[in-house]
């Protein structure tokens, strides 16, 4: 007979401009679920830190890189990025208003707090989608992950983003020499070809080892210089 520990409680659910938003309590983990689809957990927040990290060694010695986070989560790659000097400017793009509120007063703050007060960082209330279309500012490195993967979106309209329109936005939205990366629960050989149709160059997949079933990844790719 499962006990209350094993029974996720449900701090707060939240219908939002996308539809629903659950933060639940599973023992010790915090866990976001959007439409019924389990987003992510404070577990680990190893690949989040691995996509932060991953795009900034690509950079070489580029000083003082603005990062693009697409996607706030649980806070694991904007408290990673903050932690580090190297970085000159941090923006995150989040549609979910529910989210933001979680890290800025709710239970995720304990996660955020510190890189939320840090003057680099800059919280943006919008759809990623939308926003590498029309934006007109341009960054070092876009750290993206606001889905399972290309292959496993949260909602219909984030396949454009893994599309090849998409794709040249993200370019547009890099400065030469610029680094995309892209989180996935799964390897995409057909996302591999789709990044380098769309231009990129230095395409490629790192693994990150999880305790069951198939590596997450970071797929990889730079803008021409």
């Given at each position: 007979m499962p006990t209350s520990y094993d029974i996720p409680e449900v701090l707060d659910r939240r219908e939002g401009p996308y539809g629903e938003v659950v933060l639940?309590?599973?023992g010790e983990l915090l866990q976001i679920i959007a439409n019924g689809c389990f987003l992510m957990d404070t577990s680990d927040g190893r690949s989040e830190r691995m996509l932060v990290d991953a795009a900034l060694a690509a950079l070489d010695d580029r000083p003082d890189p603005h990062v693009l986070i697409g996607g706030l989560g649980v806070g694991f790659s904007l408290a990673h990025a903050s932690a580090n000097p190297r970085w000159g400017r941090i923006t995150v793009v989040e549609r979910e208003p529910t989210i933001i509120d979680w890290h800025r007063t709710g239970p995720l703050s304990a996660l955020s707090a510190k890189?939320?007060?840090?003057p680099r960082t800059n919280i943006l209330e919008t759809d990623l989608v939308g926003f590498v279309n029309e934006t007109c500012a341009t960054f070092d490195a876009l750290c993206l992950d606001i889905d399972n993967g290309p292959d496993w979106t949260v909602t219909d309209g984030n396949h454009d983003l893994y599309a090849h329109t998409g794709l040249t936005s993200c370019a547009r939205a890099l400065k030469p020499g610029g680094v995309l990366a892209v989180w996935s629960a799964?390897?995409?050989a057909e996302f591999e070809g789709s990044?380098?149709?769309a231009g990129f160059q230095q395409v490629r997949t790192e693994e990150i080892p999880v305790a069951r079933g198939v590596p997450d990844v970071v797929h990889l790719a730079v803008r021409p210089g």
């Open positions: 639940r309590r599973h890189a939320l007060a840090d799964k390897p995409s990044l380098a149709n």
